[in-house]
């Protein structure tokens, strides 16, 4: 008897550290609610939860002290409800997204895309001074797909009306001029993030082969002027998708920079680690296109004003620093 006493005081004391650290995630679970762990301490909670069935089937093997069964019964009970019972519906888990995880992510990443938005503005810079200097080489720099005839050899009335197109089949042409670019756009967004595996070599060129598209356009458009009324035509959807377009490059960079820094973790840890959080931030950002296409979709084309274009894109630019800046603080631990 004394033998069979010792045993299971000392089968209690290896293990029950770990049982009080889930008693202590089940109580606050209970008691705030699931949202108020982060995603280490859930993952805690499934390790421990396991851990504590592995403990109660070892002790009912070996017909260990029947408080110790049936306080571990207990405990594995409460935990599997929480492991296994909780489920988050597709509307709490799209809000916990937006008002949480995605913002987190954009801060936590912010250093990698504050480096491509600099690479985008100088590369629109450089296309645009490029072509001031030789018109010529706007034919370099603008595929024909993507200039949709707004080209040097246009009028000044032609490229005006691309501007304002509203109906009949210009108006469709524009459309699928707009489905395009957001196509283009979309798919060099999520290459930059993909691109990343290659250590994010590619990041900087990608960025920088969009901005100069750009800049290309706004040298043309100066010279005719209607520098003014361009921007007006892109800003309001162009916010939206140019941020969405160097978030998804943040990603790429982040991954290639765990790559070639791993720091003291090992590379593969590393690279898993920094991928998961940035799939957060190319999840985001595939949003971000969808809302600047209904945009582009719906505003652009309805409102033909340049002053309400610019209204709108200023709302738009402030609306998006406000939630990257604001959004998920105060709730849980922010990893910014």
């Known amino acids: 008897m004394r033998e069979f006493a010792l045993r299971s005081s000392q089968f209690r004391?290896?293990?029950?550290?770990?049982?009080?650290?889930?008693?202590?995630?089940?109580?606050?679970?209970?008691?705030?609610?699931?949202?108020?762990?982060?995603?280490?301490?859930?993952?805690?909670?499934?390790?421990?939860?396991?851990?504590?069935?592995?403990?109660?089937?070892?002790?009912r093997a070996i017909s260990l002290d029947r408080n110790v069964i049936d306080y571990l019964d207990a405990l594995v009970a409460r935990a599997h409800l929480r492991v296994y019972g909780f489920h988050q519906g597709p509307a709490a888990a799209v809000s916990e997204f937006v008002g949480r995880t995605f913002p987190r992510a954009v801060r936590r990443f912010w250093p990698q895309c504050a480096a491509c938005l600099a690479i985008l503005i100088a590369s629109i810079a450089g296309g645009a001074t490029l072509v001031s200097r030789d018109v010529d080489r706007?034919?370099?720099?603008?595929?024909?797909?993507?200039?949709?005839?707004?080209?040097?050899?246009?009028?000044?009335?032609?490229?005006?009306?691309?501007?304002?197109?509203?109906?009949?089949?210009?108006?469709?042409?524009?459309?699928?001029?707009?489905?395009?670019?957001?196509?283009?756009?979309?798919?060099?967004?999520?290459?930059?993030?993909?691109?990343?595996?290659?250590?994010?070599?590619?990041?900087p060129y990608l960025i920088a082969t969009s901005g100069l598209e750009l800049g290309a356009m706004d040298a043309l458009y100066r010279s005719r002027g209607l520098g003014v009324e361009f921007w007006a035509w892109i800003l309001p959807h162009g916010i939206t998708e140019m941020l969405a377009l160097v978030l998804c490059a943040g990603a790429g960079l982040a991954i290639g920079t765990a790559i070639v820094f791993p720091g003291e973790r090992s590379r593969r840890a590393a690279v898993a680690e920094t991928g998961r959080a940035a799939s957060d931030l190319v999840l985001g950002a595939c949003a971000m296109f969808l809302v600047a296409g209904l945009i582009e979709g719906i505003f652009r084309q309805s409102v033909q004003a340049p002053g309400i274009r610019w209204a709108v894109a200023a709302a738009t630019a402030l609306s998006w620093i406000g939630y990257f800046s604001l959004a998920g603080r105060g709730h849980g631990r922010d990893l910014a």
Not at 184 to 195: K, W, Y
């Open 13 to 59: 004391a290896e293990r029950e550290a770990t049982w009080r650290e889930l008693e202590a995630l089940l109580e606050r679970s209970d008691s705030q609610g699931i949202a108020t762990l982060d995603a280490a301490e859930i993952l805690r909670l499934a390790v421990l939860y396991r851990h504590a069935v592995g403990s109660l089937a070892t002790a």
């Open 138 to 203: 706007y034919y370099d720099i603008v595929s024909p797909a993507e200039a949709e005839g707004r080209t040097p050899a246009a009028t000044t009335e032609e490229l005006r009306r691309v501007l304002y197109r509203t109906s009949g089949g210009e108006a469709f042409e524009l459309q699928a001029f707009a489905a395009f670019l957001f196509t283009h756009n979309a798919q060099v967004g999520l290459l930059c993030a993909a691109s990343g595996i290659a250590a994010g070599a590619p990041v």
